[in-house]
């Protein structure tokens, strides 16, 4: 299978390593608007060649993975509807669903395209951040598959389940409200907690460092992530974050509520019911 990748960061270019680890692709294309991307794609041996536009990236593919920041998504994913054929596949891997499904709903192709999520990723960007077995024993969620063509679902999630993912079914709704709750507040959130100790901590950052222990460091890590790739994702999943946020916010002011009045058997109380998050995340 011929397959291309537009945009070459840690997504695509993980998931460009996983085909070719499984032996999914025999002939990878790369299209990547970042000139020191496209080198480094090269170098790394991502692609076996840098496509020099979007048409010539399409044409030669069975399946096209459209891998760039949802803002560009909304603008790319239709240009190339816009130039396939019959029999070819395009995918997107983005973060929200219900702008682009609707960007694309009265497309002439748009059933041969499938709207998935690989859930992975790390806090780092660029071809040197793929990784190798990123998506090992992920989940691969498919949305609103009942608008694209039966045997373009069935071909996608036969590709990634070789990877090898879970695959679940969503409405677009439903996984940018999800997305929400378990992605997009946890990164939300360890921003928040950067800028604090950023702003709270007046002996520099070598006291930080000295300092920062396992837990500090793995809360704070997703705040390492790239705001380009960020922004657009909270903005077009406004809503659902803003509504995580608020019921983040009341939560933090109920602990800190116990704490201010030395409520220390409550505390205790709201602790182990979060402890139960144990029965779920192992």
Not at 29 to 44: C, D, F, H, T, V
Not at 205 to 214: N, T
Request: one cysteine or more.
């Amino acid at each position: 299978m011929t397959i291309s990748i537009i945009g070459l960061g840690l997504i695509g270019g993980s998931l460009a390593l996983s085909l070719r680890q499984h032996g999914l692709a025999s002939h990878l294309i790369g299209l990547e608007n970042n000139p020191s991307y496209a080198k480094r794609a090269l170098e790394l041996g991502l692609v076996d060649i840098i496509a020099a536009d979007l048409a010539s990236a399409v044409a030669p593919a069975n399946l096209i993975i459209v891998a760039v920041p949802m803002d560009a998504m909304l603008t790319i994913l239709p240009q190339v509807l816009d130039l396939v054929t019959d029999g070819q596949i395009v995918i997107d891997v983005g973060s929200t669903k219900h702008n682009l499904l609707a960007a694309v709903a009265g497309h002439p192709r748009r059933r041969q395209f499938v709207a998935v999520h690989p859930m992975a990723g790390t806090e780092y960007s660029g071809p040197d951040a793929a990784v190798r077995g990123l998506f090992e024993g992920k989940t691969l969620v498919v949305c609103d598959a009942d608008a694209s063509h039966p045997a373009a679902v069935a071909t996608v999630e036969a590709l990634f389940r070789a990877l090898p993912m879970r695959v679940l079914h969503l409405g677009a709704a439903d996984h940018d409200l999800h997305t929400a709750y378990v992605s997009h507040i946890s990164h939300l959130t360890s921003f928040a907690l950067a800028l604090t100790v950023l702003e709270k901590e007046q002996r520099g950052e070598q006291r930080i460092f000295d300092l920062a222990g396992g837990g500090f460091a793995s809360t704070v890590r997703l705040a390492k992530s790239a705001p380009a790739t960020w922004v657009p994702i909270f903005r077009q999943n406004r809503e659902n974050v803003l509504d995580v946020l608020d019921e983040h916010l009341v939560q933090l002011n109920k602990l800190r509520d116990l704490l201010a009045g030395q409520d220390y058997a409550g505390l205790t109380t709201q602790l182990e019911q979060a402890n139960e998050i144990r029965k779920i995340i192992p």
